[in-house]
């Protein structure tokens, strides 16, 4: 009885109960669960792309922070390094003037002296050992 019910309540050119009860059948075995899959598949996407969006950004601040380490060791600020750049290679030729002199007035006869005997030890040019050479030398110019 209650099918007749049914029956009676839906127009004849509507839709067909049988189809939409196949339909609803359908939907609840297959559809259903298929967008359920869908729907934890996106979640997961969507988790998967925050972790990842925050390791970017992790590693966006450590290179930030690199690069400002790196800039303070060449002492530029960082923000026109090719200029900056540019402006610590002209002051080259005056760091090296500034070696030149203290290499020139520094004593380095000494070592150059000391070198040379060694490698004439080293040869066998020299039957005395290159500091003993050093010493008798340096005792002779105080003499």
Same mark, same amino acid.
């Given at each position: #009885?209650?099918?007749?019910? =049914?029956? &009676? @309540?839906?127009?004849?050119? *509507?839709?067909? =109960? *049988?189809? /939409? /009860?196949?339909?609803?059948?359908?939907?609840?075995?297959?559809? =259903?669960? @298929?967008?359920? &899959?869908? #729907? /934890?598949k996106c979640n997961q996407q969507m988790a998967d792309a925050d972790r990842r969006q925050s390791e970017y950004t992790r590693a966006a601040e450590t290179a930030a922070n690199n690069y400002k380490k790196e800039c303070e060791k060449l002492g530029i600020t960082g923000a026109a390094v090719r200029q900056e750049l540019r402006q610590l290679a002209q002051q080259l030729p005056a760091l090296f003037e500034q070696l030149v002199q203290q290499l020139r007035s520094s004593d380095l006869d000494h070592i150059i002296h000391y070198y040379r005997h060694f490698t004439q030890y080293a040869h066998g040019s020299s039957a005395s050992k290159p500091g003993q050479q050093l010493q008798d030398e340096q005792q002779q110019q105080q003499q």
């Open positions: #009885m209650p099918q007749r019910s =049914i029956v &009676k @309540y839906c127009p004849p050119a *509507g839709v067909f =109960i *049988g189809e /939409a /009860a196949q339909t609803l059948v359908q939907n609840a075995d297959y559809e =259903i669960p @298929y967008l359920q &899959k869908q #729907m /934890a």
